[in-house]
């Protein structure tokens, strides 16, 4: 569920976000290498369309719990749902159509249509299938099209990916951009599995930074190729590079990682 506020979304640099759900780039450098460093799998993505029933389910088979639209009263899965603030400082539950019907209103966007797409499976470097859901948001003069995994009541963990674009694009066209995106990320890997778990493959390390889960927990974990690894567990694999120089750069979850 999003928590947004019409006013603050149009009063910040939209391409500002908290630091949780930031991707990250995390490198360890020996020497001087040419060109990127590609991990020991790149082969291709492929997608697929798939029609499903407007029942929510997670990628372990769970039912997600449903809301309602304040608005239009339509019972809505959660990752569709935004906490919107309105102009009395109380907040109301809308589904994305609404927020975006909404929003297109304040920002006086005369003909805005509320894009909607099937979900869509793509497989990975090890070809393995992920179903991406898809939602939009309109953020003043931008559109947010964003493509997530289902884990649970909600996309913390598992792949997601969001590109922005002005208001008036065509959604389509987003569309196509963003499966691009996705496709490129899915087809390399960060992580491989040795003897002793997990651990980085090469020197470059790709993903998504997330909260931890736990209460008045200040931790995060971080979510790479698609799976949740605890800060601890991060840290125990990064020990494979003791003595090493590290780079760590924090993007946008518009930006390309």
């Known amino acids: 569920m999003r928590r947004l506020s019409a006013k603050d979304v149009s009063n910040r640099n939209p391409r500002t976000f908290f630091i949780e759900g930031a991707s990250f780039r995390f490198s360890a450098d020996i020497c001087a290498v040419p060109g990127p460093l590609r991990p020991h799998s790149t082969t291709d993505a492929h997608a697929t369309i798939t029609q499903r029933s407007d029942q929510a ?34 907040y109301r539950l809308l589904c994305s159509r609404c927020f975006n019907e909404e929003m297109a209103q304040w920002a006086d966007i005369i003909g805005f249509e509320h894009p909607q797409f099937t979900p869509v499976r793509l497989l990975d470097a090890d ?27 909600d996309e913390s963990e598992g792949y997601r990916f969001q590109i922005l674009d002005e208001s008036q694009s065509d959604p389509f066209v987003l569309l196509g951009k963003l499966v691009q995106k996705m496709m490129r990320a899915l087809s390399t890997k960060h992580l491989h599995e040795d003897a002793s778990g997990p651990q980085v493959a090469g ?37 494979a590079f003791e003595g090493w120089q ?12």
């Not at 939602?135 to 009541?153: K, M, P, T, Y």
């Open 57 to 90: 389910i997670t990628r372990d088979g769970a039912v997600m719990t449903e809301q309602t639209c304040v608005r239009c009263g339509a019972r809505t899965p959660p990752y569709d749902i935004v906490n919107a603030a309105s102009a009395d400082g109380t």
């Open 127 to 153: 070809g393995d299938s992920h179903e991406f859901h898809f939602r939009s948001l309109l953020l003043g003069d931008q559109i947010s099209l964003e493509a997530f995994e289902l884990a649970g009541n």
């Open 203 to 239: 020197t470059m390390a790709r993903g998504r930074i997330e909260w931890d889960g736990v209460e008045d927990s200040r931790l995060p974990c971080v979510i790479i190729d698609g799976r949740r690894v605890e800060w601890t567990d991060f840290g125990a694999m990064l020990m």
């Open 246 to 257: 590290f780079r760590l750069e924090l993007l946008d979850p518009s930006d390309e990682a």
